[in-house]
């Protein structure tokens, strides 16, 4: 509560100027329409069971125009630089404007992220098995990052778009060191001596892809909808023409769907989503939920921003699915300091599995003891689920601080976790 408390007072204190003063006019639902630029210079505050604590800065920049699209803007800058606790470094820099190109939506994003104790937990859910009680050192790896993309998005009819885009990938990947820690070996090298991560991968590489796509997106507001439907499918290809060191294509498939109960105070909302590599997939592309449009990829199923509840990475596979479903109930909204602030509650059930596996052969003989304990392959990969609640601060309908606490219903996906964090998980 302490956290709560510190983080509230900083949005109190930093709360967003705009850049002219004007006459306030107020919507239908009472609301004062933005209109103008609105900055938001914030301290990166957030917490994350795997990550740790995160501390840093960032800024949200937000074009509101005249206010006739109010309250989605016309255009958003957003810039951080944070650390967590747990040994990552964050540097992003994104952009996304709607009516800069005539008819087409512009995202573009730059990431760059140092993780020094990155999570691994094998491949196939189920079929690798996890010992809690082992240190943590043992479950990770090293990584470099850096990420670009840049989104297109187009208008085909009414609520359907077309999608189309380019996005960059490189990882530098390398065994974890602490000296906290006494290791012999970690799981991540215990599977490069079984084969399982081949010899030509096991550092990472290039990843070079365009993707192409088709959207149909009804929402009312896109960070906080309270109805409508939002689909895409899309199709990424990596060739070896375009500088991937693992060739490789992928299909992803996401449905939401945001279901008024009480108008637009209780919302039901759902997400099914489902990603497949079809051919060779290098196995650190393994983690990444493909998103088109204004967000980054998501990293690792498991953790706040795909599956809140089981422990980051436990859920990799050739061909993988999960699903989100939630009640959303913003049970009071007032106005401070010329802000349209909103409190809400949500009480969560999500779920994940892996349909095809890697394969977990072990090509070298080595360490057959650890295999046969690390490694199940006479066991099937099944439903992952963990259930909780969590609570919102909502500022004009864009801005979202979370904190939510999630149960894993087997401890083969860890635990409890709690999250603190921004926006809604979808």
């Not at 937990?121 to 993309?149: A, T």
């Not at 052969?361 to 439903?383: F, I």
């Not at 259930?387 to 979202?400: D, Y």
Request: charged fraction near 20%; proline fraction near 4%; include cysteine.
């Amino acid at each position: 509560m302490k956290r709560l408390f510190i983080l509230l007072l900083v949005f109190l204190l930093c709360i967003p100027a705009e850049s002219k003063k004007k006459k306030e006019v107020v919507n239908e639902n009472g609301e004062i329409v933005k209109t103008g630029l609105s900055f938001g210079p914030l301290p990166a505050i957030a917490f994350d069971t795997d990550k740790g604590f995160q501390y840093g800065a960032l800024l949200n920049i937000y074009n509101f125009g005249d206010g006739t699209h109010y309250p989605n803007p016309i255009s958003t800058w957003y810039l951080e630089a944070s650390a967590y606790t747990k040994g990552s470094q964050w540097y992003v820099v994104s952009y996304d404007a709607k009516y800069l190109i005539p008819g087409v939506r512009l995202c573009t994003a730059l990431n760059v992220q140092n993780d020094t104790g990155l999570d691994f937990y094998g491949f196939n859910g189920y079929q690798s098995y996890y010992d809690s009680e082992l240190h943590k050192g043992f479950y990770r790896h090293r990584r470099i990052m850096v990420r670009y993309k840049a989104d297109f998005i187009g208008k085909i009819a009414r609520n359907f778009f077309w999608e189309a885009g380019y996005h960059f990938h490189y990882m530098k990947i390398n065994e974890f060191s602490s000296k906290k820690y006494d290791l012999d070996n970690t799981l991540y090298g215990m599977y490069t001596q079984w084969g399982i991560i081949p010899e030509d991968e096991k550092n990472g590489g290039f990843s070079s892809a365009v993707r192409v796509g088709l959207m149909y997106d009804s929402r009312d507001i896109e960070a906080s909808p309270s109805r409508g439907i939002w689909a895409e499918a899309n199709f990424a290809a990596a060739p070896g023409f375009l500088g991937t060191s693992h060739p490789y294509n992928k299909l992803t498939a996401t449905f939401r769907h945001y279901v008024p109960v009480v108008s637009d105070k209780l919302v039901f909302a759902y997400r099914i989503a489902y990603q497949g590599f079809f051919g060779n997939a290098p196995w650190y592309m393994l983690p990444f939920y493909n998103v088109v449009g204004p967000a980054y990829d998501r990293d690792g199923l498991g953790g706040y921003r795909t599956v809140r509840g089981p422990i980051l990475n436990r859920i990799q596979g050739l061909q993988s699915g999960f699903y989100n479903a939630e009640f959303r109930w913003r049970f009071i909204d007032f106005k401070l300091w010329k802000q349209n602030i909103g409190l809400a509650l949500n009480g969560f059930c999500d779920g994940a599995m892996v349909f095809k596996g890697m394969d977990l052969t072990n090509r070298t003989g080595a360490l057959p003891e650890y295999y046969s304990q690390y490694v199940k392959t006479g066991t099937n990969d099944k439903l992952h689920v963990a259930a909780g609640a969590g609570f919102r601060f909502i500022m004009n309908r864009n801005f979202i601080v979370a904190l939510e606490f999630a149960q894993c219903t087997n401890r083969q996906d860890g635990g409890s976790s709690f999250y603190i964090n921004t926006g809604y998980l979808f």
